[in-house]
């Protein structure tokens, strides 16, 4: 029984893992950028959800909030930030990007104060018996489900429509795809738009099973989701979607048993450290 | 006047500190998102010595040692990664080295070793030792900058492939740069161990490593001046930005940001341009 409530614990925290990362993947395939600032976006959708909750009473309209206006400064961090940098050795970006991360981090501690907000009425409360004696969470299942459904909309957007066919062009070869008349700009915008509105939703999502929004919720994202990425094989979307699962069950596994030895970071990056040194160019990776 | 040489003697710390990250980073272009784990090994090291009544002088060479000893294993790690494979795994290493620590009891686990003795230097002399041992690494930087050495890590920096092509021993000269980077990293952590008389595993973790990178991105990378210069600065920053109080980080942040977003080669760039545009005219 313990088995099946680690392993439901680590598949709740992969579908986590899976929402942030799958946006930093979608800007490292496309960009080439190390985006830290990226986890600032999802404490920035667990603050919008909160407070759009706590005034409306409705959590589909929080999250909804939350991915439009986080999406939205998403693509004007991108314009005002990474843009002119595109030029410029990879490290200056990921400098700029950890300058982001951090005054984003001071600014919501200034604005909202360091103690963090929690939901008035938290909604999704309690939780039903799958199998005897084995809970799980309505806020579990929600995680769970709304992962699988957002993935499963966006594998179909970029399988089988014309935007996802743009959008693979511009990743594949970006001077092709212009050529072949895809607006890559557009393609941009799109992109960090749907990444940071992914991260919205994670940040929603974490805001509700905690029942805490708090400043530094963003920094174990911020360094676990590159991890992530980069296991999966950078730019990478099932690789990603693979290493967020991995990751879960493993850190929720690890705690327990190896706990004493190592504790949750360092067994996140143990595993890929040794990973890496078996395949370089990350689980489901290209050379 | 005491105040004066504990601010000299952290600013040569920090600036012997950037200068082994420079070495690794800015000559030989491999970059290091972790160099804080080094540090933190030579300053553990030289904590759990000194604990012992071991002398200063020859604790320095046994962290600089062990500090080296875990560079050269990275270092071997970096010949399988490169770009932001190898940024990553080594931010690996500086969790995995603080997640490790945590854990020690004999390293005094999350709360860390205190109370070590101060050396028979005394606090002046400690701050001549660091002023020295800073100066030493910078004039050695400059010297390896200019001589053939200096050329073959340029080299290898823009592009391995091509190094490699032109008969450069890419993987030799990697695991030296690492070596020579981690070791006096290991150094710093001696220094900084004795300095602050106490060592715990928040002092050397991702955010230390960031930070270090900071300085010699600011500084420009690969100059050992600019590098020397911003290192000495951004390290009392916070003490200098009191009177922003609340604010410290934000102004920081902002700082590094703009920086990034207009000068992207450093303290060292502007001047450049400016000696440029005096040269012209």
Redesign the interface.
């Given at each position: 029984m313990l088995y099946l409530e680690l392993l439901f614990q680590g598949i709740v925290q992969g579908s986590i893992y899976a929402l942030i990362a799958l946006g930093l993947t979608l800007v490292?395939g496309l960009l080439?950028i190390?985006h830290v600032a990226h986890a600032a976006l999802f404490t920035l959708g667990g603050y919008i959800g909160v407070i759009v909750t706590n005034q409306t009473g409705s959590l589909a309209l929080a999250i909804l909030a939350a991915m439009i206006v986080v999406g939205l400064v998403g693509v004007a961090m991108y314009k005002l930030?990474y843009e002119?940098?595109l030029s410029?050795?990879?490290?200056?970006?990921?400098?700029?990007s950890?300058?982001?991360f951090?005054?984003a981090e001071?600014?919501f501690r200034?604005i909202f104060g360091p103690y963090g907000l929690s939901y008035e009425n938290p909604p999704l409360q309690g939780g039903f018996e799958i199998i005897s004696g084995f809970f799980l969470k309505y806020g579990e299942a929600l995680v769970i489900i709304l992962s699988i459904l957002i993935l499963s909309v966006l594998g179909w957007v970029s399988g089988y429509t014309r935007l996802g066919v743009s959008w693979r062009a511009t990743v594949t070869d970006p001077d092709m795809a212009r050529a072949f008349g895809v607006n890559t700009q557009h393609v941009r915008y799109l992109n960090f738009f749907i990444g940071s509105a992914l991260a919205a939703v994670a940040g929603v999502l974490v805001a509700l099973l905690n029942n805490l929004v708090e400043p530094t919720m963003g920094s174990v994202p911020s360094?676990k989701a590159?991890?992530i990425i980069?296991l999966g094989g950078?730019g990478s979307i099932r690789g990603t979607l693979l290493a967020s699962m991995i990751l879960g069950v493993i850190e929720s596994f690890g705690t327990i048993y190896i706990g004493?030895?190592?504790?949750r970071?360092?067994?996140?990056?143990?595993f890929?450290?040794v990973v890496?040194?078996f395949r370089?160019?990350?689980l489901l990776g290209t050379r | 006047m005491a105040y004066e040489i504990t601010l000299l003697t952290t600013m040569a710390i920090s600036v012997l500190f950037a200068l082994s990250l420079n070495f690794i980073t800015g000559f030989c272009g491999q970059?290091s998102l972790g160099h804080a784990a080094f540090m933190g090994v030579g300053a553990y090291t030289a904590a759990t010595m000194m604990k012992a009544s071991i002398s200063l002088l020859f604790v320095i060479p046994v962290a600089a040692v062990f500090a080296g000893v875990l560079g050269l294993l990275v270092g071997f790690?970096s010949l399988?990664?490169?770009?932001?494979?190898l940024?990553?795994?080594t931010?690996?290493?500086v969790?995995?080295f603080?997640?490790?620590v945590?854990?020690q009891e004999f390293l005094g686990g999350e709360i860390g070793i205190s109370g070590i003795q101060q050396s028979v230097l005394g606090r002046t002399g400690f701050m001549l030792l660091c002023v020295v041992l800073a100066g030493v690494f910078a004039g050695f930087s400059l010297l390896v900058k200019r001589s053939w050495l200096g050329f073959v890590f340029d080299s290898i920096a823009d592009n391995e492939d091509v190094s490699q092509v032109l008969g450069i021993d890419v993987a030799k000269y990697k695991l030296f740069a690492f070596v020579v980077g981690t070791a006096t990293a290991g150094t710093a952590g001696a220094l900084y161990a004795q300095h602050y008389r106490f060592v715990g595993p928040d002092s050397f973790g991702?955010v230390e490593s960031?930070s270090v990178?900071?300085m010699v991105?600011v500084g420009g990378i690969g100059s050992v001046w600019g590098v020397m210069f911003a290192a000495a600065v951004l390290s009392v920053l916070p003490l200098l930005i009191q009177f922003v109080d609340?604010?410290k980080?934000?102004v920081?942040?902002?700082l590094?940001?703009s920086m990034?977003?207009f000068s992207?080669d450093g303290l060292a760039g502007i001047v450049q341009r400016l000696l440029n545009r005096v040269r012209n005219r």
């Open positions: 490292y080439r190390l930030a002119p940098l410029k050795p990879p490290f200056i970006a990921l400098i700029a950890i300058a982001l951090i005054a001071e600014l200034i360094y590159l991890a980069v950078l004493h030895l190592l504790d970071d360092a067994l996140a990056f143990g890929l450290i890496l040194m370089p160019q990350g | 970059i790690a399988r990664v490169r770009h932001d494979f940024a990553i795994t931010m690996g290493v969790f995995l603080v997640g490790v945590r854990q991702f960031i990178l900071a991105v609340d604010y980080i934000l920081y942040s902002a590094l940001f990034m977003r992207p």
